[in-house]
Nanobody, 123 residues
Framework: QVQLVESGGGLVQPGGSLRLSCAAS????????MGWYRQAPGKERELVAVISSGSGGTFNYADSVKGRFTISRDNAKNTVYLQMNSLKPEDTAVYYCNARGVDAATYRSFEVWGQGTLVTVSS
């Protein structure tokens, strides 16, 4: 019974910035990884950025967003953020949060997706 709630999407002009947030709640024993994926119109869902647990964390970005997007995590709040700068029209997509971990109620692994938040980059 873990769920994710996303926020922060909207309309922004090319070159602008947005910050997405994703908060995990429920019977969480631990979160091993959180990340962001996106799905543009007519395209398949693709990985944008992920952060894995560990000392200092492990980060991974899609080549298309390196240098522009930054993923971060507040472990105490079970929240992950995606700071998106220098946005381009091709960044337009529905952005989905993903989390993987262990459920405290069942001790089973979980993987859960957020509801999606729309980011539109247009003049």
């Amino acid at each position: 019974q873990v769920q994710l709630v996303e926020s922060g999407g909207g309309l922004v002009q090319p070159g602008g910035s947005l910050r997405l947030s994703c908060a995990a709640s429920g019977t969480i024993l631990r979160i091993d990884a959180m990340g962001w994926y996106r799905q543009a119109p007519g395209k398949e869902r693709e990985l944008v950025a992920v952060i894995s647990s560990g000392s200092g964390g492990t980060f991974n970005y899609a080549d298309s967003v390196k240098g522009r997007f930054t993923i971060s995590r507040d472990n105490a709040k079970n929240t992950v953020y995606l700071q998106m700068n220098s946005l381009k029209p091709e960044d337009t997509a529905v952005y989905y949060c993903n989390a993987r971990g262990v459920d405290a109620a069942t001790y089973r692994s979980f993987e859960v997706w957020g509801q999606g938040t729309l980011v539109t980059v247009s003049s």
